[in-house]
């Protein structure tokens, strides 16, 4: 650190006669280091207009389209083959005629020759394996929806066309504004393996006991959105972006096997025929209890995994108000359920989950209560759960619908498992749940913005996970931990606002990175209160609806007064990093006030730069020569002095340090110090300044500058401080609040980080001592 005074010249004492004391900041001159940080986004987002307003709200004349199914379903478990059969009902409620409709049939992702099996790049390295060359082998396997009818209300054909993933069917007349049109589609399709061909519904088959389990999900023909901001959401689907759909009523008659269980979205109309008495009274029993009941025992379903029925069973369920529907069916099913009788305002929904004797370890233990928890959770920041049923499911993956999802977590044979499972498991069932309220209920479209349902979400997940552990290991929120991706090259990084089939690191950019974006909003630029508000306003607002990113933008700005457009422009819009260096430190303190401490200040000075060998030896020969000339000379010569003060000048000082405020004399004394710090934004993105402080008697402190310092020059700052006590140690975001990429230039004086060999080094003298159970470097078992 440099230190210097700050003298005080005739100019300075001229100011302080006149009783103020000033300190004059330069401005730096902006030049090329003024660029567009700061803008508005403008053209960035879309105009406001009378559907969507510029406060972020849903305007005067906002409208949507509804469509509402009646569903007869059957799964032939033999050839493993779901049939179907639908009745839709479209109302038209947009301002414009229509003369098509497009529908969604996403099964064909999975068809022979589907566009997501040959349009991505691939290459042959010098050792693979059969099974890498066999992917490169085209396979016939009969996957994909086969429709097998299309007709009116009156059974009368329709012209209909498949383009890949969507359907467009031709209307006799043109549907207009207000109008309904009622049509049904029978169709079958081929169930795949989803362990083997992959995606999100599908069959699991269990080799051990042969049986199987269904996760059904985008099995039947759905509505695409017609909406104000693009018209039809035909985008093809090719297994990554996901959804985009319409709000309506469900009514689904689901025909298995008489002994599988079945859980779906909704709610189930005739548990009396479809269960058995005893487990009647125990769902009786669930909806009054705090705890969860089993509704099917592990006994049971390890029962009906031995005596597989021939017979069938239809299960109808309800749905009001939603998006999507889907449902599991298996006999190797335990099912438990508990009501949330506290936390969710005005709703007493039930919490249930379904799951095989592999996860009953994990599952019977915490998923119920992880589903309750989650409910309250998000609750408490976003809107009132509103469904009366909230359903986990473990199905060896992670997918989301509403009021149900497919989840994670077996333990091992002998029924033991990680405390990485456990946490993972609660993790993910946070996650698939908190679904429910983006996108199932503000509804955006994933096929286009993935972030804004799967950010959002992994936003609130990290924010139930604390609440549950206050020392879960989350691996996305904390601003440090996003570091890594941030720093990697420019061309491996895309902005968050960039379209799903295109981003390069998918769980990077669509979950963690907008998630951080948030808690750094809600943590360090915002603070809570401003930021729970508005984000609170948007679930309210938004609440079984259709909003875009603008909307968002507009309304967290609107509800707390917060101009967050640099932010936005930076963390959404642009790949810059963090990375602010605090560059130089330079301490001032105040001397040059009191004539008398000039005066030794000054001579010192002044003796200390004259002090060569050529001026002693000149003093010595000038004072020989004076004795030999005059003797009064040399008296003359020793007894004038040039610091010498006079009279008039001590007491004017004087009478000018009475008339002074106490802080006044706190600077004329000394004892407060100036310290001006120089930071260099090396990364781009503009941040806050984070600055703690470390006195030489121990204590902390801690300034927050806005990251408005940055608005005139984005290159490089400088701020001056005033300290009263002796500053030992400057830190630049002590708590690892902004995600800075590079933490070695955030202290002064400069703290050397340990090398990768030497933080092992480090763990290593602690781990040997230690038992494996509690070793950090292995995985500890719990029973």
């Not at 709000?247 to 109309?269: L, R, W």
């Not at 121990?698 to 984005?714: F, H, Q, T, V």
Request: glycine share 6%.
């Amino acid at each position: 650190m440099k230190i210097k005074n700050l003298l005080c010249n005739s100019v300075a004492l001229a100011i302080m006669t006149s009783g103020s004391f000033n300190l004059v900041y330069a401005q730096n001159n902006p030049g090329s280091n003024h660029g567009n940080k700061f803008e508005q986004l403008g053209s960035l987002i879309s105009d406001p207009n009378i559907f969507r307003t510029a406060s972020g709200a849903p305007g005067s004349m906002y409208w949507q389209q509804k469509a509402d199914y009646v569903i007869h379903a059957e799964i032939d478990e033999v050839n493993q083959i779901l049939k179907g059969s639908e009745t839709i009902t479209y109302t038209n409620n947009s301002p414009d005629e229509l003369r098509y409709l497009w529908l969604q049939l996403d099964e064909n992702e999975h068809a022979d020759n589907a566009e997501n099996k040959i349009f991505d790049e691939s290459t042959l390295n010098a050792r693979m394996s059969v099974d890498q060359l066999k992917s490169f082998v085209p396979e016939k396997k009969g996957f994909g929806v086969n429709i097998l009818k299309v007709t009116d209300a009156s059974n009368k054909a329709l012209t209909y066309s498949i383009n890949y993933t969507m359907m467009r069917i031709e209307l006799p007349l043109g549907l207009k504004p207000g109008g309904k049109f009622v049509f049904n589609i029978d169709w079958n399709y081929k169930i795949s393996d989803r362990m083997v061909e992959g995606g999100r519904g599908g069959l699991e088959y269990f080799q051990k006991d042969d049986n199987y389990l269904y996760t059904i999900a985008q099995w039947f023909p759905r509505m695409a959105v017609y909406s104000d901001f693009q018209g039809w959401q035909n985008k093809q689907f090719t297994g990554r972006g996901e959804f985009a759909l319409a709000f309506g009523d469900y009514k689904v008659n689901i025909t298995v096997p008489s002994d599988h269980i079945v859980g779906a979205t909704g709610e189930c109309q005739n548990y009396a025929q479809v269960l058995n008495a005893t487990q009647m009274n125990r769902w009786k029993q669930a909806q009054q209890t705090k705890e969860p009941i089993e509704i099917v025992t592990l006994d049971e379903a390890k029962q009906a995994m031995q005596n597989k029925s021939k017979t069938k069973k239809t299960w109808v369920y309800e749905a009001k108000n939603v998006r999507d529907f889907a449902f599991v069916s298996s006999r190797r099913l335990v099912w438990d359920a508990m009501k949330v009788n506290e936390g969710v305002e005005g709703n007493k929904p039930m919490a249930m989950s379904y799951y095989g004797p592999e996860a009953y370890p994990l599952y019977r233990k915490y998923s119920t209560k992880a589903t309750a928890h989650t409910l309250k959770v998000y609750s408490k920041y976003t809107i009132p759960y509103p469904y009366p049923v909230a359903i986990s499911v473990e199905a060896a993956n992670g997918m989301e619908y509403p009021m149900i999802c497919f989840n994670y977590g077996r333990a091992d044979e002998d029924g033991t498992y990680s405390e990485a499972i456990k946490y993972g498991m609660i993790g993910v069932i946070i996650h698939e749940v908190g679904h429910n309220f983006f996108p199932m209920i503000v509804n955006s479209d994933e096929r286009q913005w993935t972030w804004m349902d799967e950010g959002l979400n992994t936003f609130l997940q990290y924010l139930a996970e604390q609440e549950w552990d206050k020392d879960f290991p989350s691996r996305r929120g904390p601003a440090h931990k996003i570091a890594d991706y941030m720093k990697l090259p420019k061309d491996q990084l895309e902005p968050i606002m960039t379209n799903s089939e295109n981003i390069v690191q998918f769980g990077p950019n669509a979950y963690a990175k907008p998630a951080t974006a948030l808690n750094i909003l809600r943590e360090t630029i915002m603070g809570r209160e401003l930021f729970d508000y508005a984000f609170k306003e948007y679930a309210r607002r938004w609440e079984f609806k259709h909003p875009t990113p603008a909307d968002f933008f507009r309304t967290m700005e609107d509800a707390s007064a917060v101009d967050l457009d640099w932010f936005w422009r930076g963390w959404f819009f642009g790949t810059d990093a963090v990375e602010i260096a605090l560059e130089n430190v330079t301490q001032y303190s105040m001397t040059g006030a009191n004539p008398l401490k000039t005066a030794k200040e000054g001579k010192e000075a002044f003796d200390k730069d004259l002090n060569t060998i050529s001026r002693q030896r000149n003093i010595t020969e000038n004072l020989e020569f004076l004795v030999e000339k005059d003797t009064s000379l040399l008296d003359f010569y020793n007894k004038w002095d040039r610091f010498a003060v006079k009279p008039s000048d001590e007491a004017g000082y004087q009478n000018f340090y009475k008339s002074l405020d106490q802080k006044a004399k706190d600077i004329f004394d000394g004892k407060i110090s100036f310290y001006e710090l120089n930071f260099k934004n090396n990364g781009g993105l503009v941040m806050p300044l984070i600055i703690e402080w470390t006195f030489a008697d121990g204590s902390k402190e801690l300034d927050r500058i806005p990251a408005y310092i940055w608005r005139k020059n984005e290159l490089e700052v400088s701020k001056v401080f005033a300290k009263s006590k002796e500053v030992t140690a400057i830190k630049l975001d002590p708590y690892r609040e902004t995600a800075d990429i590079d933490e070695s230039n955030n202290a002064w004086p400069r703290q050397a980080n340990p090398s990768r060999f030497e933080i092992f080094q480090n763990q290593g003298s602690v781990v040997r001592g230690q038992s494996s159970a509690t070793n950090p470097m292995k995985e500890a078992k719990k029973k």
